[in-house]
């Protein structure tokens, strides 16, 4: 992840630290690599992780970085200054308890789902996702529930996607498919993850809106095949909705379907 170099000027010190951080978030730990994949030179990128350690956005630990108190702290913030975790948190409990697989809570973050909630299942394997977390808007469940409001982007999107993840396993589709499917789930009122992500994991979503009547978020149930069969997956459509719906009734939407 070299700095980009479209920065406004005399921004590029704050650019190339917060690029430093985005590179330890992905996975270096140590100066040599922070160096490799920051594009900068040895003894800058050493400069800016002593300053980013003492001002604790970095920690040292091991011979090695991760991220730092300074970012958890601020993380927390940015998370409780959103109100749609706070609220939606009982309900995804009460979801939870009802159906014993993972339940998500998502938000669009540009062109990718950014995962606000995990409440692991009781059964069946864990999945990858995590709070904190992104993926493809086009390839999960909260993400094509979040879309489903859009349809003048869903074929643009679901071509961008393609082109930055691999096909899973469970066969090509087509933008062509996935436009029909769209079609089918805004009908529904909520979306289906048919192992788009992640083979072998399926998932119902349904989208949260506020008093703009604008999608905010998506909640979504998630399982491992064998206990999201088809039958199953239409049951929890009506399951879904109504715990997005009461969600979204909070978040002072009106009008909300009771079905």
Request: net charge positive; charged share 25%.
């Amino acid at each position: 992840m070299a700095v980009s170099t479209d920065i406004p000027p005399g921004t590029q010190t704050l650019a190339r630290g917060l690029a430093v951080i985005r590179i330890v978030a992905d996975g270096a730990r140590d100066l040599r690599t922070l160096v490799e994949r920051s594009g900068l030179g040895r003894s800058t990128t050493h400069r800016l992780v002593q300053l980013l350690v003492r001002e604790e956005f970095l920690r040292h630990v091991d011979g090695g970085y991760t991220l730092g108190p300074a970012l958890i702290e601020l993380g927390f913030k940015a998370l409780h200054g959103n109100p749609l975790p706070v609220v939606a948190r009982p309900i995804l409990e009460e979801l939870s308890e009802q159906v014993h697989d993972t339940v998500h809570l998502g938000v669009i973050d540009g062109d990718s789902v950014l995962y606000l909630e995990k409440l692991p299942g009781s059964r069946g394997a864990e999945m990858r996702s995590r709070v904190g977390h992104r993926m493809p808007l086009t390839r999960t469940g909260v993400g094509m529930a979040m879309l489903l409001d859009s349809p003048e982007r869903w074929e643009s999107l679901y071509t961008a996607d393609t082109g930055r993840v691999e096909v899973p396993v469970t066969g090509r589709r087509t933008d062509v498919d996935f436009c029909t499917r769209m079609h089918t789930y805004a009908k529904m009122g909520a979306a289906m993850d048919l192992e788009d992500n992640e083979p072998g994991i399926r998932c119902v979503a349904a989208p949260v809106r506020d008093a703009s009547k604008a999608i905010v978020g998506a909640i979504s149930v998630s399982a491992t095949r064998p206990y999201m069969p088809a039958a199953r997956m239409r049951g929890l459509v009506p399951v879904v909705r109504r715990a997005a719906n009461r969600i979204s009734s909070a978040m002072g939407y009106r009008d909300a379907p009771q079905s």
